[in-house]
């Protein structure tokens, strides 16, 4: 670590530094975040690429006082790094580590915590009306990228924003990807900007301005400030109709001329936005080859950018492989994504069926409501959306799918925790939020081969189906050559037993299968079911064990509360049964980041509670079995 880095402690040590140092001290940084990274993992190119601009924040703004959010939050290292984190930032991601996005309870120079995107403008508005309201001064300042702007979310902000304050600073920090490149027609707008002639003669004039103004000690920066930041003005429409004034596009990598530009926005009394223009992976070659592969990876050698080779398939790919073939086979398949074809697999699809594939920005209601339309047309779309963000689209899918029963698909990749990322990603409420949703068809796959059932199943059905499958590898099993359709709402007897009934859910299947295995070493006989279907449950399944078993046993990767395990004891309940029920699954409280199977342990997921909560019920069995004989 270069010397300059180590003597920041907090933003307070940047106001000492010359523009030289500044721009020294984002190499180092830069150098930083690709040594530190390549041993976490994390999202090197999208903070790569926010260095000097994060940099010019702090070296202008006074946070905690002035409050800066980031949307998404994941280009918030280096605003770690500057506040106070540097030490302990090779923990990032790493359990009882920093967290990868900002955390509230981490630090107070995080004032917004976030995870999904489009919530910056909203949260920021609302701490400016807020100041306005206590008669405050500090400034409120929300960066987002521009994918951000694909989000409905954002622009419910922008309608209110000149409405309700004065003051509100809005950075957009355009690099012209998403994950992928960035789509739609706000993506097209903002390089229709950033490529006109104007703005370039306009650009390179103010940067001479600057130029000019560099180095001296200035009495009248404010006033010079201002001549510099109007010579980069280039109106744009869009963001003057919504009351906002609109600055730049600026070279988000040029420090001095940031900071000037921020010292004028400063002394504004209107709301306005500032137009950046930054490099994803800025500074390491690899990162700007695949800028895909580097907005979000594991570790890499940190010279050549190499990853380990992947290994086993993954479920998305799965997933993907299936929709390819069964696209083949039913033209009116056509497959939506919300800003996600890496994650979710989708990319895969479309080369093959490209008229059928649809990128629609980081949108989930309007992915589902797009969804619904094309299948009031008789198309059977397929929405692949991560269990997490799919939260978004909740009424969506009641109002405008459910109700007006449409054969919508919901795939919904990374149900389950989902590690490193954290709370905000983890994909463990999908249940309870589908599952009270009539007409809905909820299912989970043991293993990848009866994924690939369940999606053949989903499109034989007239009305809205969800199936849930987890992050990373899958089973390892074999693959049938061809998918089958299975028996709607009818579980799978994987082992048959009479003295308790064990639910496995999905690929949490194993966990029931090591306790059934456990259970018979302590002499009792367990049923090992695969329930297939959280909704329509197997009801003459329960039925047949409550006769017989002492106890049921069901694994989830999901919360307990409002989840499979409710789901079956609602229904014992309903069908007058007092069989008690060991829910094993989520607690009730926001899990932390960190390695799944720590994790797991940590909260009671595990076999190991199962087996302490299910004995004793046992034992009582057992002693009345004996006084029977
Ligand atoms: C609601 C929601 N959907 C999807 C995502 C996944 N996601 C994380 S970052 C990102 C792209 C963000 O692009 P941009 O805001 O332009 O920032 P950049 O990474 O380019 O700096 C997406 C789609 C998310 N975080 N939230």
Known sequence: MGTLLESIHSPADLKRLSNAQMAELAEEIRAFLIQTLSKTGGHLGPNLGVVELTLALHSVFNTPKDKLLFDVSHQAYVHKILTGRRDRFETIRQPGGLNGFMLRTECEHDCYGAGHAGTALSAALGMAVARDLSGGSEHVIAVAGDAAFTNGISFEALNNIAEQTKRLIVVLNDNEWSIDRNVGAIARYFHRIVTNEHY?????????????????????????????????????????????????????????????????????????????LTQKGRGFQPALDGQKKFHGLGPYDPETGQTKPAGQLTYSEVFANTLVELARQDDRIVAITAAMPNGTGLDHFRPHHPRRYFDVGIAEEHAVLFAAGMATQGYKPVCAIYSTFLQRAFDPIVHDVALQKLPVVFCMDRAGLSGDDGPTHHGLFDIAYLRGIPEMVLMAPKDEDELADMMKTAFTLDSPCAIRYPRGTVEGVARKSEPRVLPVGKAEVVVDGSDVAILGLGPMLRMGAELAERLERAGYTAALINPRFVKPLDRDML?????????????????????????????????????????????????????????????????????NQVLPLLAHRKRRTLVAS
């Open 200 to 276: 370039q003669h306009l650009h390179s004039s103010a940067e001479r301005i600057l130029e000019r103004l560099g180095g001296k000690r200035v009495l009248k920066v404010a006033r010079r400030a201002e001549e510099a930041a109007k010579g980069i003005l280039w109106p744009s429409m869009l963001f003057e109709e919504f009351g906002l004034q609109y600055f730049g596009p600026i070279d988000g990598h040029n420090i001095p001329l940031l900071v000037e530009t921020f010292k004028f926005l400063k002394t504004i009394d209107r709301p306005v936005l500032l137009h950046v």
């Open 543 to 611: 039925e047949r064990y409550a006769a017989r078993v002492a106890a049921f046993v069901t694994f989830e990767d999901h919360v307990k509360m409002g989840g499979f395990g409710s789901a079956v004891a609602e229904a014992l309940q309903d069908i007058g049964s007092t069989v008690p029920v060991v829910r094993i699954g989520w607690p009730d409280r926001f899990v932390e980041h960190g390695k799944v199977d720590a994790l797991r342990m940590r909260h009671g997921v595990s076999v190991e509670e199962a087996e």
